[in-house]
């Protein structure tokens, strides 16, 4: 029941850094779990990165390094700062926000990285 507002996306060259946000609606949780998985046709959805109300996060391999996710409690809002971006990391990315068990999810934006 918890709405995402995603933004970012689009088409970067390789090499290229591109930000993604999400925001949640309303008042939320002290303890939450937000971030972006992404599914590129053909393969299994996976983890990019997470970031807990306390500032944990979690990495998928793939972006160890060149991704950082960060959060704004104030502003209920996640950021994933994507850099040297790949065409491996073409995909759609989905925005999460998980909190007492329940997922929450954007509707994805597209991020594509070509030449």
């Known amino acids: 029941q918890v709405q995402l507002v995603e933004s970012g996306g689009g088409l970067v060259q390789p090499g290229g850094s591109l930000a993604l946000s999400c925001e949640v609606s309303?008042?939320?949780?002290?303890?939450?779990?937000m971030g972006w998985f992404r599914q590129a046709p053909g393969k299994r959805r996976e983890l990019v990165a997470q970031i807990t109300s306390g500032g944990k996060v979690v990495y998928g391999d793939f972006a160890k390094g060149r991704f950082t996710i960060s959060n704004d409690n104030a502003k209920k809002t996640a950021y994933l700062q994507m850099n040297s971006l790949k065409p491996d990391d073409t995909a759609v990315y989905y925005c999460n926000f998980a909190v007492s068990g329940m997922n929450s999810w954007g509707k994805g934006m597209l991020v594509t990285v070509s030449s």
């Open positions: 309303g008042s939320i949780d002290t303890n939450y779990a």
